[in-house]
C-alpha cells in the first residue's frame, strides 16, 4: 500500500525544499511501518498544462501498516510540520503499486 503526496508549487521553492528536507522528511522516516520513502522533484512538463512540483511515495506492507501510520504519534508530527510551511498546497493519496 503506498501513501502519496502531490505537492502544488510554491511561491519560494528555496524555502519549501529547506523544510521539507531538513523538517519534514526526517520525522516520516520515523513513521512505524514505513518501508521505503522516494521523492521525485519534477522538472518539466512534457504534455498538458500544468505538473505538479513533487510527488512523495511512501510505502507500506499493506492496509493495515498504512492504517496503523496514519494514526501514529509520528505521523501526526510529521502532518503538524508539514502544514507549517506547506498548508493548502499538498494532497494526500491512498495507492496501490504493482511492479513490472
Not at 519549501?16 to 522533484?41: D, M, N, R, T
Not at 492496509?63 to 503538524?80: C, H, Q, T, V, W
Request: aromatic content about 8%; glycine content about 8%.
Amino acid at each position: 500500500m503506498k501513501l502519496v503526496a502531490i505537492y502544488a508549487a510554491p511561491k519560494d521553492p528555496e524555502a519549501f525544499e529547506k523544510a521539507y528536507f531538513e523538517s519534514h522528511l526526517p520525522l516520516i522516516k520515523k513513521v512505524p511501518g514505513l518501508l521505503e520513502l522516494q521523492v521525485v522533484k519534477l522538472t518539466r512538463v512534457v504534455v498538458g498544462n500544468r505538473a505538479p512540483y513533487m510527488l512523495a511515495t511512501m510505502t507500506f506492507a499493506d492496509k493495515d501498516a498504512l492504517k496503523a501510520a496514519m494514526n501514529s504519534p509520528e505521523m501526526a508530527a510529521a502532518g503538524e510540520s508539514l502544514d507549517s510551511f506547506a498548508k493548502g498546497m499538498y494532497t494526500l493519496c491512498f495507492g496501490e503499486g504493482k511492479g513490472s
